[in-house]
Structures are given as structure tokens and as C-alpha cells.
């Protein structure tokens, strides 16, 4: 029998024993929560492989359950452990056609446990930093043990037993008497008291003010009928005097054969047939009659148009089948810098031909953009990549069948790549009829310190794409 303070006892057990209640963390972390005072000395069990526990394990439960039942195994919930994603238990389950979730109550429950688990750094667990207390060790239990309901009745002592099969006692900071167990029970069965303090309205000056406007202008006549028409004359003065000086384009004239109809629609007329070519900022649609029109207006409009990569000079460049060098880490340039119009109008171009038609370059095409305020040599060689890679599938698209007509979401996150960044990066694909139809690629708005936390960031984002998918009718 150890003692650990005058008001707690521990009782000797194995490494094992708090190497499953924490969530089977490595045992360099139960050493450092030994030597903080937080755990009991164990004695340390260095044989103890859970990764082969795990698979064998599994290997006859499925043997004994699949017998017992005559039925197959299909989906195995797991929390995420290191055992649950080692490369035998991935081939046992991929040779055995198993597929591998995460389930709900063991997110949460191993989400508790890592808030509760001291950094390496500053020696105290994220529940310590937020609310400015050392968490309570006295509920961990295995998990998966039994559980025991005992009522209502509420019971104090110094020991407590557990209901994981294994004699341990959990400290129990301070003496407390039974009557002060029972006011406590009380206070928690109340309902929350809810503040009585009147809420005072922020006010951030003149300089921060909101208007709710209910007749805005909807065209240009209404903007310059308006009171407001000289302020709407210099912003589009400064609107296309940026455009102007961008080269975003130019104006021509009309093909020949084209009927203006409307500002943003034109019409050609054939003997058989009709054309019609809908405008909008950077965006056109195309519609026809038939085929055969629509892909001889496409040919009449080719040579207005130049290819990105010729564009830019680089349609003979040697192809490349990955839009990013994973190898590669990118950093803030504290060099020489390359010409940033250069750098933005070919990411500009590139991130139009993502956000349309190649979600396979999102990632690429939203971490570049992050240095275009600067770029250097690195940051160039690896935008010169994504024009390589997108020489590789110039005859590549995306193609919609009927099939499966159900909405499907992926998403999935990355652990923070370069030490230099404090955000993560996560994104997300919707496919519809087989091909996608919604995709992104994003640094997280928030710091996040697990691999867990950055996943539940991502699955979050997902989710509120997946919701505005389906308010669709």
C-alpha cells in the first residue's frame, strides 16, 4: 500500500490496468503522469503488445460469433485506437471484406480521456488549461467493462470501488462527510440557475455600424436613378479600372452571325437549327437545338479563347501525374521574390478551373494561395507543377450518369504539415450521379491539438455543406 497525500491511497497496480482506463495510451505518458504525482507507481509491463491482443483477439470473436449466428461481419466500430489501425489489422479486415467506423460513444469517450491527458510541453492536460483545475482520475474505468446501476442512493468514502474487475481504489481528494454528499446531490437534481444581469448592447462607434437595407438596387438604371448614383459611378470607374489593369480581359467584337438579343444573351439562327450563348461575369452557358450546333459553336469560339496552358507558356512542358510533391513543405518566403502579377494570374486561372470542373486540384490551388501576398522560387516551382499536372489530364472531366442517384460525402483532414503553420487543413468531396458536385479545400479557422480534434473540425464543415445540399429539392 502506497501513499500518495494524507487525504488520498492508491494500491499498487499494474501499468496495464491505467494503460486501458486512459484509452490505451502509450506508457511514456503514464511514466509522466507517474512522475507529476497524477497516477500511482506501477510496476511497468514492457511484453504487453495491445496490437496483437487486438487482432487475435478479434480473430476469435469473429470466429465464435460468425459460427454462433451463420452470419458475416460486415462493419467493425472501433475508437480510433493505434491497435484498430495497424497494417495487419487493416489487411485482416480488407482480405475479410470488414469495414473499419468510428463510433459515436467511443469518440466522446476517448475525446474525454485525451483532455485529460498532460502535454509533454507544459505538463498540464487541456481540461488543467481551460478550467484551472486538475480533472478528476476517480470515474476512469475500462473501457467496455460492465456497468452497475446502484440508484439514486448517493455514497461517500474514501474508496470507491470499480466495476472493471480489477482491485484498485482511486484517490479522493479531500475528506467529505455524508452530509455534504447529500447537499451536493441536491444542487446537481436543481435545475441551471440562469443569470439575472441585464445584457448591455456593444457599442463599437461610428466607424462599426450595420445597416439593414431592404430595397437595394437591382439593376443599373435603379443605381443611377438613385441618390447614391455618384458613389455607384466611382466604384464601377474602380472596378473596371482594375480590370483594366489586370488584362482580365478585353473587349471585341462580335462573331460573326451573332444576334445580341440581350446584354448577357445571344442568338444564332441556322436553317434547322438555333444556338444560344448565356453570359454571366466569367461564366457561359451554351444551348442548342441539337448537337451538332453546340459543338460548332464551340469550334467558331476556340480561337477567342487561349488555353491556360498555352497561355502562360508552358503547353510543351514535360507532364507530371500529381498536382503536389508531398515531399515538398512550404514555408513564408524570406528571400528574393518572384513577380507577384505573374504568381496571382496564374493562380487566378487555376483556381477558376478548380472551383468549375477539377476538384483534384484544390488542395494545391488553396495552399498556393496562401503566398501569393509573397512568393518565392519554391512557391513558383510548385505552381509550374500544377500546369505540368494539368497537361496530364487535359482529356480528362468530370462525367454525371444515372447512377447511384444518392448524395455521397467524404471528408478528411491533415495533421499540420509544416511546423512554421498553427492550422491544419481539411476538405471535402459531395459526389452526385458519379462524379462530384460540390469540393473544397480550406485551412481549418481554428487551432487544434489532436489528430482527433482536426478530424471532428473537418466532419463538422462537412456537415454543414451536406445540409445546404440537402435543402435542395
Given at each position: 500500500m502506497g501513499t500518495n497525500s494524507s487525504s488520498s491511497m492508491y494500491m499498487h497496480g499494474t501499468s496495464f490496468l491505467w494503460h486501458s482506463r486512459l484509452g490505451h495510451i502509450n506508457f511514456r505518458s503514464i511514466q509522466r503522469m507517474e512522475k507529476l504525482g497524477i497516477?500511482?507507481?506501477?510496476?511497468?509491463?514492457?511484453?504487453?503488445?495491445?496490437?496483437?491482443?487486438?487482432?487475435?483477439?478479434?480473430?476469435?470473436?469473429?470466429?465464435?460469433?460468425?459460427?454462433?449466428?451463420?452470419?458475416?461481419?460486415?462493419?467493425?466500430?472501433?475508437?480510433?485506437?493505434?491497435?484498430?489501425?495497424?497494417?495487419?489489422?487493416?489487411?485482416?479486415?480488407?482480405?475479410?471484406?470488414?469495414?473499419?467506423?468510428?463510433?459515436?460513444?467511443?469518440?466522446?469517450?476517448?475525446?474525454?480521456?485525451?483532455?485529460?491527458?498532460?502535454?509533454?510541453?507544459?505538463?498540464?492536460?487541456?481540461?488543467?488549461?481551460?478550467?484551472?483545475?486538475?480533472?478528476?482520475?476517480?470515474?476512469?474505468?475500462?473501457?467496455?467493462?460492465?456497468?452497475?446501476?446502484?440508484?439514486?442512493?448517493?455514497?461517500c468514502s474514501r474508496k470507491r470501488p470499480l466495476d472493471d474487475g480489477l482491485n484498485d481504489t482511486i484517490p479522493d481528494k479531500g475528506l467529505q462527510s455524508n452530509e455534504e454528499c447529500s447537499s451536493k446531490a441536491q444542487e446537481e437534481n436543481l435545475e441551471p440557475r440562469r443569470s439575472k444581469r441585464g445584457k448591455i448592447a456593444k457599442d463599437f462607434g461610428p466607424d462599426y455600424m450595420t445597416f439593414v437595407v431592404n430595397n437595394e438596387v437591382q439593376t443599373y438604371k435603379e443605381a443611377m436613378d438613385s441618390y447614391e448614383a455618384p458613389y455607384w459611378k466611382e466604384a464601377i470607374k474602380s472596378e473596371i479600372d482594375s480590370i483594366v489593369q489586370n488584362n482580365t480581359w478585353k473587349l471585341v467584337d462580335l462573331p460573326p452571325g451573332i444576334n445580341e438579343c440581350d446584354k448577357y444573351v445571344y442568338v444564332k439562327q441556322y436553317k434547322n437549327a438555333c444556338v444560344i450563348i448565356c453570359l454571366y461575369m466569367d461564366d457561359m452557358l451554351i444551348m442548342g437545338t441539337n448537337l451538332d450546333v453546340i459543338n460548332q459553336t464551340k469550334k467558331m469560339l476556340h480561337p477567342s479563347f487561349s488555353i491556360v496552358l498555352k497561355k502562360f507558356g508552358h503547353y510543351d512542358d514535360k507532364s507530371v501525374v500529381t498536382p503536389f510533391d508531398a515531399s515538398s513543405h512550404l514555408k513564408k518566403n524570406k528571400g528574393d521574390s518572384v513577380p507577384q502579377l505573374e504568381y496571382t494570374q496564374v493562380l487566378g486561372s487555376l483556381m477558376y478551373i478548380m472551383s468549375c470542373t477539377r476538384p483534384d486540384l484544390a488542395y494545391s490551388v488553396s495552399g498556393l494561395s496562401g503566398y501569393s501576398h509573397n512568393p518565392g522560387k519554391d512557391h513558383w516551382y510548385a505552381l509550374l507543377r500544377v500546369l505540368r499536372y494539368l497537361k496530364h489530364i487535359m482529356n480528362s472531366g468530370l462525367h454525371y450518369t444515372r447512377y447511384p442517384p444518392v448524395l455521397e460525402g467524404y471528408c478528411d483532414a491533415n495533421w499540420i504539415s509544416n511546423t512554421s503553420e498553427a492550422k491544419s487543413t481539411s476538405g471535402y468531396v459531395f459526389t452526385l450521379g458519379g462524379a462530384a458536385i460540390s469540393w473544397k479545400s480550406s485551412k481549418q479557422t481554428m487551432n487544434t491539438r489532436s489528430k482527433m480534434e482536426v478530424e471532428f473540425v473537418a466532419l463538422d464543415k462537412d456537415a454543414e455543406e451536406a445540409e445546404w445540399l440537402e435543402s435542395f429539392p
Open positions: 497516477l500511482p507507481k506501477c510496476s511497468l509491463d514492457k511484453n504487453i503488445k495491445c496490437e496483437a491482443e487486438a487482432l487475435n483477439s478479434f480473430k476469435n470473436y469473429k470466429a465464435e460469433v460468425e459460427n454462433q449466428l451463420d452470419k458475416k461481419i460486415e462493419i467493425l466500430r472501433s475508437d480510433r485506437g493505434g491497435e484498430y489501425e495497424s497494417k495487419y489489422f487493416a489487411e485482416f479486415c480488407c482480405l475479410n471484406e470488414h469495414h473499419i467506423i468510428c463510433g459515436g460513444e467511443s469518440c466522446l469517450a476517448a475525446n474525454s480521456i485525451l483532455n485529460r491527458i498532460p502535454h509533454k510541453k507544459s505538463d498540464k492536460s487541456p481540461y488543467h488549461q481551460w478550467k484551472g483545475r486538475l480533472p478528476s482520475y476517480k470515474r476512469m474505468k475500462m473501457w467496455g467493462c460492465l456497468a452497475k446501476d446502484k440508484g439514486k442512493e448517493v455514497t
